[in-house]
């Protein structure tokens, strides 16, 4: 098995995959200061709801380390100011707001002590991140494998793997699980469009992993569930809200359409920290909305004309009518939603 390692923190330099280079160009980018994590996140950088939660953690790392030889006020009110900047720096991954919350609580807690030791305190609590989601991940594959039928098709959508979190991936991870298991599956990977995340992405996971896929455009799907050709639909979440309703990559709740009309199970894979507790349903989820330029170009050249307006949604929300299980690291949670979603608390 390949360690695709998207983020690594190493002597107070955060190094990054640059997604937005792969397949073609594996380029390590790397962040020096908080500023440079949002900049990271915002321009994705690093992507992936679990992925982006650890890199904002370890944004708070730098600039814990930026201002530390502050005064106690100048140093709590800068940490403030990027613990505000890069809890902003894109709105619908609910894991990247319960990570800075994380570190809010932690400092906080901890404001009596000195810079020194919040500071360890940060960099402990963000190393902590990091390790659990490898192992969360690894939990969540056992589950979801005891969903996959021997020989079985699956389809998935975006790029749900080692790319989106600290290791093995969410979907992708059940995937790898099934494959490593001897389950004989075959992968149909959506490109997913605009940013293809699952053409560049999920395709260079499948490839480093050897395991059997083919790469489809996003308007395939629909006909190889109609066919009877798709056995399971296996997808990452961003936000999923108490009644089940989940935030995913725009072009989701199409498939779990079709997927309902067609009887193929549709499977939300993504750890507890994808829950949004606060929220009764998919309604109150913010819906990023990226630059027109993902929709009007490909690789920086224009295939849309000059003129023309966009609609570029990153995300939409499947209703939990649609989803037969959410696959987390403590068990596959099944309808009804909010009273076994609550159970987990
Ligand atoms: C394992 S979470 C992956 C999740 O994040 C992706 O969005 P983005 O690439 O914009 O960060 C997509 O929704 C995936 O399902």
Request: with cysteine; aromatic share 8%.
């Amino acid at each position: 098995m390949k360690e695709i390692k998207a983020i690594e923190f190493k002597d107070n330099i955060l190094y990054l995959i640059d997604q937005r280079k792969l397949p073609t160009i594996y380029e390590i980018f790397q962040c020096k200061d908080y500023k440079e994590v949002d900049f990271a996140i915002k321009d994705m950088v690093v992507r992936g709801a679990p992925a982006i939660g650890a890199t904002a953690a370890y944004g708070v790392v730098l600039a814990a380390k930026e201002f530390l030889n502050q005064d106690k006020k100048d140093f709590l009110g800068n940490l403030d100011k990027a613990l505000e900047v890069l809890n902003n720096s894109r709105p619908t991954a609910v894991n990247l707001m319960w990570a800075i919350k994380k570190m809010r609580l932690l400092i906080e807690e901890n404001r009596s002590l000195s810079n020194e030791e919040i500071y360890v305190k940060i960099k402990k609590e963000a190393d902590k991140i990091f390790e659990e989601d490898i192992a969360t991940n690894k939990a969540m594959a056992k589950y979801g494998n005891e969903i996959i039928k021997q020989g079985a098709t699956i389809l998935t959508h975006c790029n749900t793997g080692a790319l989106a979190t600290v290791g093995y991936g969410t979907a992708l991870g059940v995937v790898r699980e099934a494959h490593y298991t001897g389950k004989n599956i075959f992968v149909y990977a959506d490109e997913t469009r605009p940013r293809l995340q699952g053409g560049r992405l999920t395709a260079w996971e499948l490839v480093q992993e050897g395991i059997p896929s083919k790469l489809i455009a996003d308007n395939v799907a629909a006909t190889l569930i109609r066919d009877g050709k798709i056995d399971v639909i296996l997808v990452g979440a961003d936000r999923i809200a108490l009644n089940g309703d989940t935030a995913n990559k725009i072009g989701t709740f199409m498939l779990s359409v079709v997927a309902k009309a067609y009887n193929v199970p549709f499977y939300i894979v993504a750890p507890t920290t994808t829950i949004d507790f606060d929220i009764e349903t998919g309604k109150e989820i913010e819906i990023e909305e990226r630059d027109s330029i993902e929709v009007t170009h490909i690789d920086g050249v224009r295939t849309a004309p000059e003129g023309i307006e966009v609609y570029n949604p990153a995300f939409d929300v499947t209703p939990w009518e649609n989803i037969s299980g959410i696959i987390t690291e403590k068990g596959i949670i099944r309808s009804p939603y909010k009273e076994n979603i609550m159970k987990l608390r």
